[in-house]
């Protein structure tokens, strides 16, 4: 069970790896911030899997804080791009 | 239990890296990133050290794992110092890397 | 498949600092970034050190990335200035063979270590439970290394006082940062709305839990000032002026906390920074709490910057 | 029974794995920026949904399911919030821009 388990976490890590390549590569500022966003989603899945394979205390508080945190930088990006543009 | 030889290879491929860029790379923002990975790559070696010395009942040694956290709480200030220092020197002077100006107004090589 | 799992995760690793590093614009590289503290939260959860991973999960792929992120969006143009200012080729060389060098006797010295290595994690956990707390990671922050954590705790406030110094004099006791509109609809707004009081849960959450499972002031503190920072980049509240006294004193609650607690050893026990026993749990709770506060307000002023605007 | 359980999670919990696999290929094949969104968030949410729907079995205790849940949710209220802001600033229709 907990094979299967790390097998689906090596492959959501493999494929968002693969992914991140292609969207830092740009050619927009958007495809690189979906890169970070990409993986955050994936990282998140990937500490959930783990949980799940051998629990250990905190992984899941750890996922939460990506979860929660995992948007910020994006969202800070485009706000303070609008306020530097704004005459 | 997991093994840290990729992570010690990792670590020390790091601190390379972050060497290499921080000597190598002009723009200031590129060496505080540089500087990040450097440190980042310290703090893995600290992680091995931590895995390698688990025992008692703890998944990694908790001594280095306290002082791993102090440090990224520091490498924060030091990173958010740092930025600010260079807009503030981009606000000055309208320059992004720190080489000194020459006679004709660019750095030298 | 477990030795597969690291053998992956160290390569991404290292591909997300090669990026990082080699990235053809400034942005590209702070989005390589973010991802490399994505993916070594994960190492360190693969180290065992899950403590660290929430710590690096909560500072180095949220924090950092906004501070990085807000900067490269201010820092402008400059990209003849960088091809001039870079070093040749010789330069070039002779760096990567000195780092080369470096990364090759680091990681040699590494593997060399002593099987099975000294440490010192049966000591810590053995003696956790004199200071009341389950999690040996809190035990040694606040017990073993607690003079480390006071200095610390000390090093924000003057990383917040020597960013504040980079403004200009007639800016002193302004407010910090820019100013952003504040949003009435759309998905901001409504982000906002929800995400505030979910996070303000978490984060109280994490620092409660550190004393017996991985989490803990600095973490709990660093999810708090991100939730102050979306309250202010989603205009709902401006950054206060730094010549306010309530900011000043939240900023230097912690600390002070921490050093009348060290005190309090000297007289009640054996000396500074000993926990008196019997009172360890309650006095190490009121730091912990005082260090919470103490480490959002540093970390989210860290992020608003020096002063822009007069008060 | 239980096995039964998660036998059924791990089916789920392999179908969103695919779903990430599915953005994957999205984000390589679609030829522009907001195809490419559109790719990512819809891949993204849905796969990470599955997984922890797939997850749920294995939660030792309530909290660790509610937490599942939690992560999930937190996940597509920001991811949904970027991919907004994201979409508006490609096609230049951002409030005040």
Known sequence: MAEILLLLAIFILASAGIGLWRVLRGPERADRLMAAQLLSTGAIAVLLLLDAAAPQAGLLDTALVLALLGAFASIAFVLAARQVERP | ?109 | MGGLVDWLLAALVLGAAAWTLAAPTGFAAVVGFVGFGLLVTLAWVRLGAVDVALTEAAIGAGATGVILLMAVVRLRGGAEEVSAATPGRAVMVAAGLLAGGVGLALALAVLALPDPAPGLAAAAMARRGELGLGNPVAAVLMGYRGLDTLLESVVLVFAVLAVWSMAPDRRWGGIPGPRFPRQEAGPLALLARLLLPIGLVIGIHVAWVGAEAPGGKFQGGTILAAMWVLAWVAGLVQPPAIASQAVRLALVAGPLAFLLAGFAGMALGEGFLAWPPGLAKPMILLVEAAMTLSVAAALALLVAGPPERAA | ?97
Do not use: C
């Not at chain 4, 399911?65 to 508006?88: E, N, R, Y």
């Open chain 2, 1 to 109: 239990m997991s093994a840290v030889l990729p992570y010690s290879i990792a670590a020390a491929a790091l601190v390379a890296l972050g060497l290499f860029g921080l000597v190598v790379q002009a723009a200031v923002l590129r060496k505080i990133l540089a500087f990040n990975l450097l440190g980042g790559g310290v703090f893995l070696l600290f992680g091995v050290v931590a895995r390698r010395g688990a025992g008692a009942g703890a998944t990694a040694d908790p001594v280095p794992q306290a002082i791993v956290i102090t440090g990224l709480v520091v490498a924060f200030a030091a990173t958010a110092l740092a930025v600010v220092l260079a807009l503030r020197m981009h606000q000055i002077t309208g320059a992004a890397t720190i080489a000194e100006a020459a006679e004709d107004g660019f750095p030298d090589k």
């Open chain 4, 1 to 97: 029974m239980i096995g039964a359980l998660q036998g059924l999670g791990l089916l789920a919990a392999a179908a969103g794995a695919g779903f990430f696999l599915a953005g994957t290929v999205g984000l390589i094949r679609f030829p522009d920026t907001t195809s490419r969104l559109h790719a990512l968030t819809k891949a993204d949410n849905l796969g990470l949904g599955l997984v922890v729907l797939g997850l749920l079995p294995f939660a030792g205790s309530l909290g660790a399911a509610l937490k599942l849940l939690l992560v999930w949710g937190l996940v597509l209220l920001a991811g949904g919030t970027v991919a907004q802001m994201i979409a508006a600033r490609v096609r230049g229709t951002e409030p005040g821009a």
